[in-house]
């Protein structure tokens, strides 16, 4: 993608930093999805994290977003619970794609933006749905790179 010489003509930017980004796994990107709003459309704060966590069985301590997912993940795959919590997060868009309407009903003029969160949360939706497709392909005892 980038050469050796391009990223040497920006001091800012250097080969270890660069391919830290591209070392990034699959799961580290459904965790930033996740975590990020622009990105996925729904913003899940703390709160609503732990309540993920309490759906599924598990208690977290309220710390980085991020953090706070990967252990849900882990726990929730440890025990045998991952179908679970991806079904909560699916309930969970679908709750906050309501919201939007409901917010595009009471004001009509804030329609083009809602859309676009809209179509966000639904990419995202398709995402965990499809997640929970493979999940039912893959042997109990799979656990993904970086996950364990």
């Known amino acids: 993608m980038f050469k050796d ?25 459904i ?5 990020t709003p622009a990105k996925s459309g ?7 994290i732990r309540d993920l966590a309490a759906a599924v069985g ?20 440890q025990m045998d619970k991952l179908e679970d919590m991806l ?7 679908d709750y906050r794609v309501g919201q939007y309407r409901e917010i595009i009903d009471n004001f009509p003029h804030s329609r083009d933006f809602m859309e676009s969160w809209i179509k966000k ?14 999940l039912k392909m893959y ?5 993904p790179p970086n996950m364990g």
């Not at 965790?31 to 975590?35: E, K, M, Q, R, V």
């Not at 995202?124 to 929970?132: H, Q, R, S, V, W």
């Open 5 to 29: 010489e391009d990223l040497m003509k920006n001091p800012f930017q250097s080969n270890a930093k660069f391919m830290q980004y591209q070392e990034q796994s699959e799961f580290e990107k």
């Open 31 to 35: 965790l930033g999805t996740l975590t």
């Open 42 to 48: 729904i913003y899940m704060s703390r709160y609503d």
């Open 58 to 77: 598990v208690e977290v301590s309220i710390r980085d977003r991020k953090e706070m997912l990967k252990d849900i993940f882990i726990y929730a795959k």
């Open 87 to 93: 079904d909560y997060i699916i309930n969970f868009i």
């Open 121 to 134: 949360a639904e990419r995202l939706k398709a995402l965990i749905e499809n997640m929970k497709k493979e």
């Open 139 to 143: 042997p109990k005892d799979f656990l």
